[in-house]
Structures are given as C-alpha cells and as structure tokens.
C-alpha cells in the first residue's frame, strides 16, 4: 500500500467514533456453513467486524491489517474472545499453509494473494470472500477498476477450491434491491 494510502486509512480508523459495524454479507449470510471450532483469519480486516463475528462464534480467531490505528481500536474489543489482532502487511507476509479452518477477506482485493489463500486453508477448511465488482450500480465502488473484479473473476482466482455459494448480480433486475457493486464466494478445500 501506498504510504498516503496508509495515512488515510490510520485518519479513518483513528477517528474514535469510527465502530467495526456489520460483518461482510459474505459471512453474515452464509454462518450456516461454518465449522463447530477452529482456527480463523480476518485478512485486511479493518476495523475487524468479520473477526468479531467469528470470534463471539468461539474461533481462535486472528485479525491481519497493515494501518495501526485499526488494529489498535479492534485491541480494545478483545476482552473474553479468542482474538487477535496484528499489524501485517499481508502481501509481504501471505498467511502460512495449512494454518487456517476459515479464511474472510472483505473488500480487500490483492490478486498475488489467491494462491496463498487457498493454500492457507486446512483440508476442509473454508473461504469466505466478497469484494467490488467493475460492473456497479453506482459510484460507491473504488474509482480504479484494478481494485474491482472481473465479471466471474472470484471463480477463477479460486477455482483450484470446491464452490460452495457464489453470487454475482451485476445490472440485473431491480437496482434498489440485491447484493450490488460487489461479488461473494464460499469455497472448500478439499484436501
Ligand atoms: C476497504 S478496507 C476493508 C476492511 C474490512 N475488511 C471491511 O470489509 O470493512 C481495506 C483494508 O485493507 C487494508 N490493507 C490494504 N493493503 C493491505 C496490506 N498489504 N496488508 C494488510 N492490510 C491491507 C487497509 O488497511 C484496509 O483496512
């Protein structure tokens, strides 16, 4: 990440009203498919909603971003969890194989990083990611498309794994309504 990049997001997360909100649809949605336990990761998990959602869930769960200021404010969140929260960039340290039972990434898009993440999983263990799409609907998506998915792109960043859920809406229908400007996959590692 660019350093300005980075002074933008520590002013973001260092604004004391600024609260982790809602977890991803992606998880919200689809928690259902969730193991009993195990160990999970947040990647690039700001203000670490995800990590919150699988920690009160009782996972020994770890939450990655490269801005202090948000890993900072998840640390004050932590009190009876099994979270933790780190600065790393995770492009220069991808998570290690084999380490994780449940992998989230968030509007977080680094395409050098599918393979670690797939590799990343357990066998068995499953990915949860939902981020911007080119196509949207409107102009709350980033403005640079490199920053945005192709159509279909999740399927092939992570077709090495067995497809669980995906959807991908685009244009279609009725704009007010839906999951729009972004992508979700669940996907499996099978072995
Ligand atoms: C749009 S925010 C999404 C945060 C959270 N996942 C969510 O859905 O609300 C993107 C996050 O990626 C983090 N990020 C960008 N590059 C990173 C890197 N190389 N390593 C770790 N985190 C990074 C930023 O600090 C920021 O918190």
């Known amino acids: 990440m660019e350093p300005r990049d980075t002074d933008c997001w520590n002013a973001r997360y260092g604004n004391k009203g600024a609260l982790p909100g809602a977890a991803a649809e992606v998880l919200a949605e689809n928690g259902h498919l969730l193991p009993a336990h195990g160990c999970a990761l947040d990647l690039a998990c700001g203000l670490g909603a995800n990590a919150l959602l699988l920690a009160r869930r009782g996972f020994d769960t770890y ?11 998840l640390q004050e969140l932590t009190a009876g969890l099994l979270l933790h ?28 990083l599918a393979s670690h993440l797939a590799a990343a999983l357990r066998p068995g263990g499953l990915l949860f990611y939902q981020t911007f799409t080119r196509t949207r609907v409107d102009a709350s998506a980033p403005g640079n498309p490199d920053f ?17 859920v995906y959807r991908e809406e685009g244009a279609l229908g009725d704009l007010t309504r839906g999951l729009r400007n972004q992508a979700m996959l669940v996907a499996q590692r099978h072995d």
């Open 148 to 164: 945005r998915l192709a159509d279909g792109e999740l399927l092939r960043l992570f077709g090495t794994l067995q497809l669980r």
């Open 63 to 73: 939450a990655w971003d490269s801005v202090q200021a948000a890993i900072a404010r």
């Open 85 to 112: 929260p780190e600065v790393r960039d995770v492009v220069r340290h991808p998570p290690e194989p084999r380490r994780f039972d449940v992998i989230v990434v968030s509007r977080f898009l680094d395409r050098s």
